[in-house]
């Protein structure tokens, strides 16, 4: 299943209450919203060059391969520095829907939970 946004889009290839797998495809210079998950723990593995990782108030500029955690409460975001598409592979530990994104802020004008 193919799920548009507005920094571009991932594909889901699991759901269930355990582990849900997407792989998530950022539009050049696009970045998610800083958010976090109350119910939810995502595991990152960055398949392209161009992705910089926020987790708290740490910014990583990552390497292809390279592997971050974001335990359940965390403020996160994934960022494009990259003049052509990025992708990483998101692993979500917990409960897995849309409605446990807490937005704190977006830069494409989405709902802000602060």
């Known amino acids: 299943m193919k799920v548009e946004k507005p920094w571009g889009f ?3 290839y699991a ?6 797998v997407k792989l998530l495809t950022l539009h050049p210079r696009q ?3 800083i958010h976090w998950h109350n ?9 392209d060059e161009g ?13 292809v391969g390279e592997e ?4 359940s409460g965390t403020v996160h975001r994934l960022i494009s520095t990259n003049e052509v598409p990025s992708r990483v ?5 917990g409960y897995n829907n849309e409605d446990d994104n807490h ?7 989405r709902e802000l939970d602060i």
Do not use: M
Request: aromatic share 12%.
């Open 39 to 47: 119910l939810r723990s995502d595991a990152w593995v960055v398949l």
């Open 51 to 63: 992705v910089r990782v926020q987790i708290g108030e740490e910014l990583h500029d990552a390497k």
């Open 31 to 33: 970045e998610t919203s």
């Open 68 to 71: 971050f955690f974001i335990p």
């Open 89 to 93: 592979l998101e692993i979500a530990f």
């Open 10 to 12: 991932y594909k889901q």
């Open 103 to 109: 937005r704190l802020a977006d830069d494409y004008g």
């Open 15 to 20: 759901h269930n209450k355990t582990c849900s």
